[in-house]
């Protein structure tokens, strides 16, 4: 991210949403990153929508970050 000049702001919040995906599935090792990634992605973009009421516009962002 830095190497593309996005801002440090823009990088944490980015970190942050990685993180809280890591948490949302309970991952403990890195190699479960990548197992199912479709799916996991497509339960917490539904898990922001339907719990969390996060607005379409934040669900895009972590949509983007997760590809």
């Keep these: ?3 593309l ?3 440090i702001h823009t990088e944490n919040a980015y970190c942050d949403w990685v993180a809280k995906y890591i948490h949302f599935h309970k991952m403990q ?3 479960t990153l ?3 990634s479709e799916k996991k992605v497509e ?3 539904t ?3 339907v719990q969390a009421n996060v607005a379409a ?3 895009n962002q972590v ?3 997760g590809k």
Excluded: G, I, N, P
Aim: hydrophobic letters at 35%; aromatic letters at 20%; a positive charge.
């Design 5 to 7: 000049h996005y801002s």
């Design 63 to 65: 949509f983007k970050k």
């Design 34 to 36: 990548f197992v199912e």
């Design 47 to 49: 898990y922001l929508a």
């Design 29 to 31: 090792v890195r190699e």
């Design 43 to 45: 339960d917490y973009l």
């Design 57 to 59: 516009s934040t669900q």
């Design 1 to 3: 991210m830095r190497r």
